[in-house]
């Protein structure tokens, strides 16, 4: 099934320093969705957005859904070491019930 | 907010036998579920859709007599590794989407470590 192009693949950073990755696809969706997960567990829903343009945060965590539709964007402020994970874009389009998850981003915060 | 939880959490099998993975929603009904599979440090990769009342829907390469699915009712899903070998050791994770929820959202179970030695 089709992958979503998710960049960076891994980050380091120091703990404060903000945090942004993104995901774009070839075709278009009607939703995106965010997710972290931790070593040995299941993703954990972060943000869903729903419409083009539209930007929604989750405390330190904000996301946006692309104009174009083929893309979203993640950024976390004020990075702090539990934000340590792997994040995980999931997109869906009109028909069907899959969701295309991208490659994912592992990022690390050095205290 | 809606709970899919699984079991086993983990599970240590030999080569050969059989293993069931059981997926469950807590407060919500999901006509829905997926399987996914997923080796370390890569993304999820889907292996079926689990449907109520009808067959799993099965993504190329994956073997439905390999990975049995059983749907039967709105809430558990289940899924069988027939005949487990090493090659098929790793996290298996299901989740599923709420047949009341006005949002298009999947929510995940905390998966299933499959070591087959």
């Known amino acids: 099934g089709q992958q979503l192009n998710q960049s960076p693949q891994s980050m380091f950073i120091q703990e404060g320093e903000d945090v942004s990755m993104n995901c774009t696809s070839s075709?278009?969706?009607?939703?995106w969705l965010w997710y972290k997960q931790d070593p040995g567990e299941g993703p954990v829903l972060l943000i869903a957005?729903?419409?083009?343009?539209e930007l929604t945060s989750n405390g330190r965590l904000t996301a946006q859904f692309g104009i174009t539709r083929k893309d979203s964007f993640l950024n976390i402020s004020a990075s702090i070491p539990s934000d340590v994970g792997i994040y995980f874009c999931a997109g869906h389009g009109n028909t069907g019930n899959q969701f295309y998850f991208g490659t994912g981003t592992s990022l690390t915060v050095i205290p | 907010g809606a709970v899919v939880s699984q079991h086993p959490s983990w599970v240590i099998c030999k080569s050969g036998t059989s293993v069931k993975i059981e997926c469950r929603s807590l407060?919500?009904?999901?006509?829905?579920m997926f399987w996914y599979r997923q080796f370390p440090k890569q993304s999820l990769m889907l292996m079926a859709t689990s449907n109520e009342g009808s067959k799993a829907t099965y993504e190329q390469g994956v073997e439905k007599d390999k990975f049995l699915i059983n749907h039967a009712s709105l809430t558990l899903s289940t899924l069988t590794v027939t005949s487990a070998h090493p090659e098929d050791s790793s996290f298996y994770i299901c989740?599923?989407?709420?047949?009341?929820?006005?949002?298009?959202?999947?929510?995940f179970g905390p998966g299933t470590r499959l070591t087959v030695l």
């Open positions: 407060d919500f009904q999901a006509t829905t």
């Open positions: 075709s278009i969706f009607n939703t």
């Open positions: 957005l729903y419409k083009a343009g």
């Open positions: 989740s599923a989407r709420d047949d009341a929820g006005v949002r298009n959202e999947q929510f």
